[in-house]
Structure formats: structure tokens, C-alpha cells
């Protein structure tokens, strides 16, 4: 089984709708970070999320992560076609001590289309 | 600022031959990170420097595979000999902090044939 369970593995809406990913763990995470990949290119990071009930935005797309720090969630509003591409959760897990040990372990990826 | 560059963007090699990725981290950022995304597999940690200093190898697959990093700068993947199942995109990170966000690179596309 996945350390991160990301749903759905794809997702297809027509341009203007909304969409959520989720992203979920058996564990209590250090911190959760979202990245978006285009076809041939690195990822590109989109947010990071390191407290318990903590949300982020940053213009039309909204990441959440729940107070146990074991469930993200990715929304976009009024999707557009430059939102296409893959999304993919990662995440960084306690140490023994409190720390993080800095490696990120990832979901598998949400392939994303938006119909003009 | 220039972000994570990666050399070369792809490469095709035999099996059985050598090759070396080399990745150049954001300027001022200590850890570096390698990961590897082989065909309809998730993205998988391969190893951690903090400077020039293995943090973390536990993800390397065997020892074909050698990771250097002299002087804490840029740092080098070397694959050899290469098998068929080392096909697949090696991707570099960069973060100024263990527990800060990852910059990650455009990532190498290696084919063993």
C-alpha cells in the first residue's frame, strides 16, 4: 500500500469549475507539500503546510491540511486550462526528537485536464 | 536567483555503461536532495546532503549507484554499470533548511536500453 494516498488519479472538469485533490496519510506528518508538474518539467512548488488546521491560498487555489496532520486537501476555484498538469502531494515525517528528516515521501500524482 | 539546474535534460545509454547526472542547487542552499520517478511508480528519495556531508543514503538503490557532492556545491550521480531498471527521471532538490520547502529541478530523463 501508499504512504500517501492521493485521489483522484485523474480528474477531468471543463474550465471554470471547481476541483478538489486530496492527498491522505496513516501517519501524523512533520509537513505536507504540494507541487505541480508539467509534461517534461520539474515540479513546481506550490505550498507548504506544517500546522494542524493550518490553510494556505495563494490565487485561485487553496490547500488545507486537517488539525491530526494527516489529510490534505487541494482546491482550485473557477479552474482554468493553465491549471492542467499533474499534482502531486508530498511529505516529511517526525523523527524521533521532534525533528523532520527532511526526505519527502510522494502520492502518486493527480493528473489534471481542463477543458476550455 | 537561477533555480535548480540539471545536466543533461536527457540521456540515452546501454546497458551496462556508465553515466553521470549532475545537478547544481540554488545558490546558499546546504541540503540537496536526489529522487527518482522510474515508469507508473511514484516519485522515491534516493539520497540527502547536508553540504558535502551524506545525511541520508537510505533510499540508494544498490551500489551501482554513487552520489558525491565535493566542496558542498554541485553534486553528481554516477550509475555503473547501468541495468535496465535504472530507466526513469532523476530529479535534484535543493532547500536552504531541512524542514523548508524543496526547490526541485527540471530532472534527467535516463533511458538504458
Known amino acids: 500500500s501508499q504512504e500517501l494516498e492521493q485521489s483522484p488519479q485523474s480528474l477531468i472538469v471543463q474550465e471554470g469549475k471547481n476541483l478538489t485533490i486530496n492527498c491522505t496519510s496513516s501517519k501524523t506528518l512533520y509537513g505536507l507539500y504540494w507541487y505541480k508538474q508539467k509534461y517534461g518539467e520539474g515540479l513546481i512548488f506550490l505550498m507548504m503546510?506544517?500546522?494542524?488546521?493550518e490553510e494556505k491560498s495563494h490565487e485561485k487555489i487553496t490547500a488545507k491540511l486537517d488539525e491530526k496532520k494527516q489529510q490534505s486537501s487541494l482546491h482550485i476555484t473557477a479552474s482554468q486550462p493553465s491549471h492542467a498538469g499533474i499534482y502531486l502531494c508530498g511529505a516529511d515525517k517526525y523523527r524521533a526528537g521532534g525533528t523532520s528528516y527532511g526526505k519527502l515521501t510522494f502520492g502518486q500524482g493527480t493528473i489534471l485536464t481542463v477543458h476550455p | 536567483e537561477a533555480g535548480v539546474t540539471q545536466f543533461p535534460s536527457h540521456s540515452v545509454i546501454e546497458k551496462g555503461q556508465t553515466v553521470t547526472l549532475r545537478c547544481d542547487p540554488i545558490s546558499g542552499h546546504d541540503n540537496l536532495y536526489w529522487y527518482r520517478r522510474v515508469m507508473g511508480k511514484e516519485i522515491k528519495f534516493l539520497l540527502h546532503?547536508?553540504?558535502?556531508?551524506?545525511?541520508?543514503e537510505s533510499g540508494m538503490p544498490n551500489n551501482r549507484f554513487l552520489a558525491e557532492r565535493t566542496g558542498g556545491t554541485y553534486s553528481t550521480l554516477k550509475v555503473q554499470p547501468a541495468e535496465l531498471e535504472d530507466s526513469g527521471v532523476y530529479f535534484c532538490?535543493?532547500?536552504?533548511?531541512?524542514?523548508?520547502?524543496?526547490?526541485f529541478g527540471p530532472g534527467t530523463r535516463l533511458t538504458v536500453l
Open positions: 546532503f547536508v553540504k558535502e556531508s551524506k545525511q541520508d
Open positions: 532538490a535543493s532547500s536552504d533548511r531541512i524542514y523548508n520547502e524543496q526547490f
Open positions: 503546510l506544517q500546522k494542524g488546521g
